[in-house]
Each structure stands twice: as structure tokens, then as C-alpha cells.
């Protein structure tokens, strides 16, 4: 099929956003920007559409969908009980990258869940996507529009490089303001639960949940044949095909490491990268983790042209932003972790 380019940047905004929003109305797939990552949405209240998400992305069925909203009115159609929680957290955290995964009604296609009871649902910041669901009247399921297992896209060219030929359109925009996809927080337990981490912090998390409590799978590798709370976080994901290691170190270590490899490149920090003499790239500041976030997926994927035997990546901190940073790496790095 031919995917269509519809330019919200220099072409004509409002005319993209309604030819958008009426191929998604129609059953249609297309891939459009959000504050985290581009999405590839579709309807969420039809089947076939979502069946052509999983198709194109060529993602495992058992990992479900988050669903877009474009205001609270959509959120009761979807969610069975709104705890006191979620109300708190909606107020706080949206419109942004935060998801809350909540009970379920049958509102949304079955497919989107993945046959759980449960629903995660978003209402996003991104102008364009939020224009698309209220021009379209529907929720919008959207999983990063990426080649399952590959880094997720932060441009519409990220996109196009993976799905061009298998979606009906994309909506070209800006590139992504965060560049890692949305915290998800499950609110339907006894305990709020930190599934995913992402630009909103488990900082700011526990200022709104005092009790959340951080799944173990976010730093670390599930057993194989685990249940996990969230079915994404079993599989490899983001990964090059250069062999990738995540270095846990200072700087003085880490460039002494590395200048002693041979056939490698080091993916560092700005503030070091005078002390490294082998081939580097540069995906941010040690000191400001949102520029890591943001450089992270297109650093990842430009690993791979350099066709070196490993890439040795400088792990971030852990705190703010740093804690979803690090959370990608270990996944792109197959859980190889160096500590020095
Ligand atoms: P992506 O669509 O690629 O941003 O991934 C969505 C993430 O949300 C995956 O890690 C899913 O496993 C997780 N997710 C979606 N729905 C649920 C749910 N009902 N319960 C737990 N995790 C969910
Ligand atoms: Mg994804």
C-alpha cells in the first residue's frame, strides 16, 4: 500500500489533522507524533483495525495496547472504577506521558487489552494527536510505531524507515519532546504500581502516591516463563544489532575502558567525551537527563551504520529521567551490564 505523508509542519495543519482523523474513523492505521515517541494509532473501539497494528508492527499478542484520550468524558467510557488515585493523578500528570492502567469495561476492543481485565490509558499533551482523537470522537490505541523490538521512533523519518508500505499514513511533525515512551503506573491493586518508567519521575510519582511501589522488572531481567505485570517489559526490545553493553561507571573508569577496546564505539556523555580516544557519539548531558531521553532512540539506531564489533554505552544515573534512560539501555543491552 501507499503510505500517505501528511505534513502538519509545512503543509496545511487543520486539513492533515481531518484527512487523519477520517482514515482512523474509516478502519484505517496511521502513525502520529505524541510528546513521548510517534504512536501508531487506530481505533480502539474496532478490531480489525488493531489487528493490522499488531500485523504492521509485528508485535507479540499478548502485549496490549495504551489507549489516547482527548478528555476525562472518554476516560469513564473505558474505565470501570476511577479510584480516588487516578482522579489525583489525572489532575496532576495530564494532559502528559503518564499512563494509568485501571479495571476495564467493554468499551474498547478486547484485542487492545490483550484479553486482560485491566485497560492503560493515556491523555497526551502533543497538540496534533489530541486534535486527531477529538476531530475522530474516538480513543485512539496507539503502541510506538516502530518495528516491534527496534528503538522507538522520535521523528517521522524513524517511522517512515520502519513502516513505509505497511500503514496507511503518517502525520509528519515535529520531533518528540521527551523521546521515551510514557510512564505507566497500575492504579487497581492495593498498592499503586510503577510498571514502566518515563518523563514523569518516580519523584513526581511519590508526591501524588506516597505508597507506589516499583516492579522489579524495571531494572531487572524477568525469569524466563515469569508472569509479569506488564506483559512489554518481558520482551528484548530497542536493541542494535551491534553487540551493546551497558558500563556502569565514572568517567575517568569508563574512558579508561573503553580507550583500551579495540573495534568499538563508545556511546558517552557531552561532559566526557574529551577523554575518549576511540570512536564516540555523544547522546546528551550527564547532568541533564532529558537530553538523554530525548537523543536516546535516534543514538540507538545509528549504532548499527557504523558496523563496529560492540558498542559500549555509559550508563546514566538512575534518579529523575535517568531511571526510564537506563531502563531502555538495559533492554537494548540484553541485560549485559558492566560494573567498574
Ligand atoms: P507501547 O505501546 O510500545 O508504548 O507499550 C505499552 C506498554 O504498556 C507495554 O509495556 C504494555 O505491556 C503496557 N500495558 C498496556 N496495557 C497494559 C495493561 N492492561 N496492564 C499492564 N500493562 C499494560
Ligand atoms: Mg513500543
Known sequence: METKKLDIVGGDYQKNIDAAAKILKNGGIVAVPTETVYGLAASAVLD????????????????PLIVHISDMDMLEKIAAEIPKSAKKCAEKFWPGPFTMVLKRTDYVSNRVCAGLDTVAVRCPS???????????????????????????PTTYSHVINDLDGKIDAVVCGEDCLYGVEST?????????????????????????????????????????????????????????????????????SFADF?????????????????????????????TDEFTLAKNLFSALRSIDNL??????????????????????????????????
Do not use: W
Not at 260 to 282: G, H, P, Q, Y
Open 126 to 152: 502533543e497538540k496534533s494527536i489530541r486534535d486527531i482523537i477529538k476531530a475522530s470522537g474516538i480513543p485512539l490505541a496507539a503502541p510506538s510505531a516502530n518495528i516491534s523490538g527496534a528503538p522507538s
Open 184 to 252: 505507566v503506573v497500575a492504579l487497581f491493586g492495593e498498592h499503586p504500581r510503577l510498571l514502566r518508567p518515563g518523563a514523569v519521575t518516580l519523584e513526581e510519582l511519590r508526591e501524588v502516591l506516597p505508597d507506589i511501589e516499583v516492579d522489579k522488572a524495571i531494572l531487572e531481567e524477568p525469569e524466563k516463563d515469569e508472569k509479569v505485570a506488564s506483559p512489554g517489559m518481558k520482551y528484548k526490545h530497542y536493541a542494535p544489532k551491534t553487540e551493546a553493553f551497558l558500563v556502569e561507571a565514572d568517567e575517568v
Open 307 to 340: 558496523n563496529k564489533k560492540a558498542v559500549y554505552i555509559h550508563a546514566p544515573s538512575k534518579s529523575g529521567v535517568g531511571l526510564a534512560v537506563y531502563n531502555r539501555l538495559i533492554r537494548a543491552c540484553a541485560f549485559r551490564v558492566i560494573k567498574l
Open 258 to 286: 573503553v580507550n583500551k577496546k579495540e573495534d568499538c564505539l563508545a556511546l558517552c556523555f557531552a561532559e566526557e567525551s574529551e577523554l575518549i580516544t576511540v570512536e564516540k557519539k555523544i547522546y546528551g548531558k550527564k
Open 48 to 63: 480489525e483495525p488493531i489487528i493490522n497494528v499488531f500485523k504492521a508492527k509485528g508485535r507479540p499478542q499478548d502485549n
